[in-house]
């Protein structure tokens, strides 16, 4: 079943109501052609043949009537239109969060593999398509079944042949609709892949403005999005043009259609089978038939429309979130980290990221991880934080396995601070409240000052309040990194992790955040410190430091002892000092 089924049935009751609130409005606005025709069979074509007080009387009767269907009419509908947007906004918000819900249950490698833009653009088309296309079945399919029930029904009470042909009107528009339909789903589809892919990459473009602006490669980029932009566009003019096909198909055969009705009509009046007043019923039925009729093209492009996003959105929801612990074990605080005889690899058939890997870390403990690029440190954090799983072994928190945890109580207890400092637009406030959204201010006050960054509270004298821009992008690369740090502070937590937080930073500024880090260090006795850095003079501090090559563990110690075994870390840390790093 596709997402759009699923969240309607949620509101059927809603939605009974309100069939039956459009059901009364159609109903009775079928009444005021019955009205008219008994206007003109019982007294327009009787004038001069019943009495005056008679005839006025009749009349004044059947105008109240008029009135008073066409007021029923009226409240019904506005009732009807009511529900019907209620029904289209609460299946939209529904399919929206419970999509992004179900998103950010997904493994970490779902989002390794597609870009954040073309999820978003697929979540929000299915959103935007499910709402369009509930209107329409509402308020154009239902009426026009409600209407051709009421005209078929009157029309065989009429005349046999009346009713058949209006009849025979639904499969011969059927089966165009059908046919061509098909067309316009394919050409739907191929659109919302590349919107997908478009939303995508201009996402990725403006999220690094500063670098293709630096470089020069704004007529790239623009060239290149434009190219995706003219596909996109040659495939919307090509399901437009099938839309306009369906379109004309439908109006020409309604056309003839209305054309043998009303030659069937007037020869059954040359015979006196179907009176004046029962033509011109008839004849204004056909309006309310024949033109929402001539809308069902439309309503099936959207249909396919729907269909088409539907399905994309399918796609994402059928990829299984990460497993969870029916009953997880709780660990009220983190006091031990092991990685038990760990091997991780991208996939099956990948050489292994990590191979055997055995250390334990205690809390109370600074550690960090070395080694050349690629030789699996950012790795180990990320299966610590439950953004990998191992391939083999165990991964022990306070000795329980972290497949009997739930990741979602361990990653409360952590705070990061990464290379990249992700920051928000907004102000310091929003930044820090992003991680512990009930501190006050008098913690995020102290989680800056624990980070050196109070000072920027005088800024602008705006304080908690003052806005930092995109990114972080009126900060300097030191103080984005402060930020970072007083943000991971503020969660109070058990482990602190530092992955490569200070490789874009210059020495001194190096020099200031691991000043900081060792307050904080000091501070925090029982705090879990873990540092993964390409800069050995960042850690050699660290009560121990592991040095990995190609996933493997192959020297520890303290930066002291490692330096007397003339291993690897001696070459590392001779090759920095040579460089000045």
């Known amino acids: 079943m596709l997402p759009f089924w699923k969240y309607l049935k949620e509101h059927k009751w809603i939605l009974f109501s309100t069939l039956i609130l459009a059901t009364i409005n159609q ?8 009205i008219f025709r008994l206007l003109i069979d019982n007294y327009a074509t009787k004038v001069g043949q019943l009495e005056t007080n008679v005839f006025i009387h009749g009349v004044l009767l059947l105008l ?68 369009v296309l509930i209107e329409n079945l509402v308020n154009v399919i239902f009426l026009s079944l409600v209407g051709i029930l009421f005209v078929i029904v009157y029309a065989i009470t009429i005349h046999w042949l009346i009713g058949l042909t209006y ?65 996109i566009l040659d495939l919307e003019l ?14 020409t055969i309604l056309n003839f259609m209305r054309a043998i009705l009303t030659l069937i009509i007037l020869i059954l009046m040359l015979k006196g089978n179907v009176t004046i007043g029962e033509f011109f019923s008839l004849f204004v039925y056909s309006f309310f038939i024949f033109t929402p009729l001539s809308s069902i093209g439309t309503v099936a492009a959207q249909y396919q429309e729907a269909r088409a996003s539907n399905e994309q959105l399918e796609e994402i929801l059928k990829i299984k979130p990460e ?68 391939t083999k072994g165990k991964l022990l928190f306070n000795e329980v396995d972290s497949r009997k945890i739930d990741y979602d109580d361990i990653r409360m207890r952590i705070g990061v601070v990464s290379q990249e400092t992700q920051l928000f637009a907004g102000t310091i406030r929003e930044n820090l409240l992003f991680v512990n959204p009930n501190a006050t201010d008098k913690e995020m006050i102290q989680a800056l000052k624990s980070a050196a960054l109070d000072y920027i509270l005088q800024r602008g004298n705006k304080g908690l309040n003052n806005k930092i821009g995109e990114g972080g992008i009126k ?40 000043e900081t880090l060792n307050k904080i260090i000091k501070d925090r006795p029982d705090l879990i410190t873990i540092m993964v850095a390409h800069r ?46």
């Open 238 to 251: 090509k399901k437009i043009r099938l839309i306009r096909k369906l379109s004309f198909i439908q109006g």
């Open 323 to 390: 497993e969870k612990p029916k009953k997880p074990e709780r660990i009220k605080a983190i006091k031990s980290i092991e990685y038990d005889g760990v091997d991780f690899s991208y996939s099956s058939n990948d050489v292994n990221s990590i191979e055997k890997l055995n250390l334990k870390i205690k809390n109370g403990e600074t550690v960090a991880f070395a080694g050349i690029s690629g030789s699996g440190k950012t790795t180990l954090i990320k299966l610590l934080v439950g953004l990998y799983k191992p």
């Open 167 to 231: 009849f025979l009107m639904i499969p011969i528009i059927g089966v165009s609709t059908f046919f061509l339909s098909k067309k316009i789903k394919a050409a739907q589809k191929s659109v919302v892949a590349e919107s997908a892919e478009l939303a995508g990459s201009t996402t990725e473009t403006l999220r690094n403005v500063e670098l293709v602006r630096s470089l020069g490669l704004e007529g790239q980029e623009i060239n290149r999005l434009n190219k995706v932009t003219q596909k």
């Open 475 to 514: 900060l300097s690369g030191g103080e984005k990194q402060r930020l970072s740090i007083a943000r991971a502070l503020l969660r109070n937590p058990d482990i602190l992790i530092f992955d490569e937080a200070t490789s874009n930073l210059d020495s001194l500024t190096e020099k200031g955040i691991i």
């Open 536 to 581: 050995l003079s960042t850690i050699a501090y660290a009560d121990r430091i592991y040095i990995l090559n190609k996933g493997r563990l192959i020297e520890q110690g303290k930066h002291k002892d490692l330096l007397k075994k003339n291993g690897i870390y001696t070459t590392l840390w001779k090759q920095q000092s040579l460089n000045g790093s």
């Open 64 to 131: 109240l009537a008029f009135m008073g269907v066409a007021l029923v009419s009226r409240i019904a509908k506005n009732f009807q239109d009511y529900y019907t947007s209620v029904i289209t906004q609460r299946v939209g918000a529904n399919i929206y969060s419970k999509s992004v819900e179900h998103t950010f249950s997904l493994p970490f490698f779902v989002f390794e593999d597609r870009k954040s833009g073309e999820i978003l653009n697929k979540l929000q088309k299915a959103r935007t398509d499910s709402q």
């Open 27 to 34: 109903v009775f606005s079928l009444l005021d052609p019955q």
